[in-house]
């Protein structure tokens, strides 16, 4: 996934550049934000001089999906301090969330599943950080042609493909698709968050469904 990862840090880091930050500050908001659709959504509003709420609603909400994401990492992580629950979560990622998902669908009693997620994810961390930041040193001499935004986001559909593992996960993802696009003219890119409690209501009904099935078979 290095190579997805990596062409959607070279996008990223070439619209900062052409966004009109400096080197430095776009690189300390690469270090700090670590969030390629966080960074993405807030440039033109930071470029367009947007009040410093607009900007700071915006990333949340585009962030939103990593709460899924930690409530999701809890059974695993539980056990651990909470300073180093925090640590963690700031290296969260989509890629890394599929990946270990796929690794531990459930968490394993007496396993160290943070080690699985630190080797994960500080691959991926190092891949994007080199990637944006040669992006945003290159700058303008990447051209648009070489379809870098297209190879990032082909790279992302394929990983979340090879989570669709039964109908149900189908299902929520139909679903969720249906549901973003349905939901793409609203504001602060709130179709994403849309889409994330459209597939997570399919999911809860579903559980629901087998739990009533199975007491009902009892």
Not at 9 to 19: C, I, P
Not at 101 to 109: C, D, K, S, T
Not at 168 to 188: K, R
Request: proline residues 4%; contains cysteine; positive net charge.
């Amino acid at each position: 996934m290095a190579i997805g990862v990596a062409a959607w840090g070279l996008v990223a880091g070439v619209a900062m550049a052409k966004s009109g930050m400096g080197v430095p500050l776009a690189i300390l908001m690469s270090i700090v934000v670590y969030a390629g659709s966080a960074q993405i959504a807030a440039l033109p509003l930071i470029a367009a001089d947007a009040p410093t709420w607009v900007v700071w609603a915006t990333t949340l909400c585009v962030s939103l999906r990593f709460l899924a994401f930690s409530f999701h990492y809890r059974p695993y992580f539980a056990h651990l301090s909470r300073g180093r629950r925090v640590a963690l979560s700031f290296l969260m990622g989509d890629t890394n969330f599929a990946l270990f998902i796929r690794r531990f669908p459930e968490a394993v009693a007496g396993h160290r599943h943070e080690d699985y997620f630190l080797g994960s994810s500080l691959v991926t961390f190092g891949v994007w950080q080199l990637s944006i930041i040669s992006g945003i040193v290159a700058g303008h001499g990447i051209p648009d042609a070489w379809g870098l935004g297209f190879a990032g986001t082909m790279a992302l559909l394929a990983l979340t493909c090879t989570q669709l593992r039964n109908p149900l996960t189908w299902v929520a993802a139909v679903v969720a698709g249906c549901a973003a696009i349905a939901a793409y003219a609203l504001p602060l890119k709130l179709n994403i968050v849309v889409a994330i409690a459209a597939a997570v209501a399919v999911g809860v009904l579903a559980d629901r469904t087998s739990a009533f099935r199975a007491g009902g078979r009892r």
